[in-house]
């Protein structure tokens, strides 16, 4: 039930924190360690490359996923489109593993990749939030997400979920393979779930910002480097999603090669600026529009933040800013939707759960 909330969109963007925090404990063991089943992580080592499937957001989620176990657990990721792999399934590895991210546990297009490699023998893992979907069902293993129902189209909470889970599974994986990790990622995990907690209070100023950059606009652009334009492209999925405007998310390094063309005076650019080693390229990026006339939005994170930045990020582990940054793009789009008068939990043409291929 949505309660007070007069979406289910908002009511699963405001559960994050707790879902983080349940994650936590539910992957804890009595010492309080982050531990998954030895056959999980077993299946993970045994294998010599990782092959992460999925569809929309849950594949932006894989795209953060690969970061966090190639840094964490050191094993080579690839991150494939579910839809595209059957006819243009890479070469692949000797022994691999091949982990299927999806909310539903039910997406027509993950499952075909499912039958198809499971075929050939294949080692396959589902990362859901629904025990007893198909997905789950018929992988050898599961890893739930524990995010509770989620009822709007938009996916929110399960996203950041998937992060969360795949990073739980990338530092178990590398602990078992005396991976040294510089952080605790439980209480990294916490300080996020703290961070989130901040974000989903500012509601407010991401109402302003929509008004500011999107009430109007035709177009919208988001630009970010390293795991910030993975981010972006969540970011211009949620707001081509629900409130209809044309979006696009761009690596940064990317815009010169063609989509600075299509600036024009005042096209909203949306500039995720929260890692440190990219900071002087993504802004420089933020110049070069400016100078076409664009109105930029910068969401920067705090020690990196510059005078004009239209949000700051409390700061969070620098590999992990994902599960921080997309909060505002989500609210973003809710409330650009909102003044587009759309219908926020349920979009024009789009189903929850896409089981047709
Ligand atoms: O249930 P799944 O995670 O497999 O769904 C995949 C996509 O259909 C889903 O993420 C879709 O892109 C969402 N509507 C995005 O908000």
């Not at 939005?297 to 590999?319: R, Y």
């Amino acid at each position: 039930e949505k309660g007070t909330y007069p979406h289910y969109m908002l009511k699963e963007i405001d559960e994050q924190p707790v879902v983080i925090r349940k994650i936590i404990q539910q992957y804890q063991d009595d010492q309080g360690e982050l531990t998954i089943s030895a056959d999980i992580i077993d299946a993970v080592n045994e294998a010599d490359r990782i092959y992460i499937i999925a569809a929309g957001t849950s594949y932006h989620a894989g795209l953060v996923g690969k970061q966090f176990i190639e840094k964490m657990a050191h094993i080579p990721v690839e991150v494939h489109v579910a839809s595209e792999f059957s006819y243009n399934m890479p070469l692949l590895s000797e022994k691999p593993l091949f982990v299927f991210i999806s909310q539903s546990g039910e997406t027509a297009d993950s499952r075909s990749v499912l039958v198809q490699v499971k075929e050939h023998g294949y080692k396959t893992l589902t990362i859901t939030n629904v025990p007893g979907s198909t997905l789950s069902r018929e992988a050898d293993h599961t890893l739930l997400l524990f995010a509770g129902p989620e009822i709007a189209v938009a996916s929110t909470k399960a996203y950041t979920a998937q992060m969360a889970v795949l990073s739980i599974l990338a530092a178990v994986a590398g602990k078992a393979r005396g991976v040294n990790l510089e952080f605790d990622l439980s209480q990294e995990l916490g300080i996020i779930a703290n961070g989130m907690e901040v974000l989903c209070d500012s509601k407010e100023e991401m109402e302003e910002i929509a008004r500011n950059f999107l009430a109007t606009t035709r177009n919208c652009f988001f630009i970010g480097r390293a795991v910030d334009y993975y981010v972006g492209l969540e970011g211009s999925l949620k707001l081509k999603e629900i409130s209809y405007i044309q979006a696009e998310g761009f690596a940064g390094g990317e815009l010169k090669h063609g989509t600075i063309a299509l600036i024009e005076e005042g096209t909203p650019i949306i500039a995720l600026a929260t890692q440190e080693h990219v900071n002087l390229s993504i802004r420089g990026n933020v110049k070069e529009v400016v100078a076409r006339g664009a109105n930029p939005c910068i969401i920067s994170m705090k020690g990196l933040e510059e005078e004009d930045d239209a949000f700051v990020l409390p700061v969070v582990n620098e590999l992990l800013t994902p599960l921080v940054s997309v909060i505002p793009l989500q609210l973003i789009s809710y409330y650009a939707a909102l003044h587009r008068d759309c219908d926020v939990d349920k979009p024009r043409n789009l189903a929850k759960s896409v089981t047709v291929e």
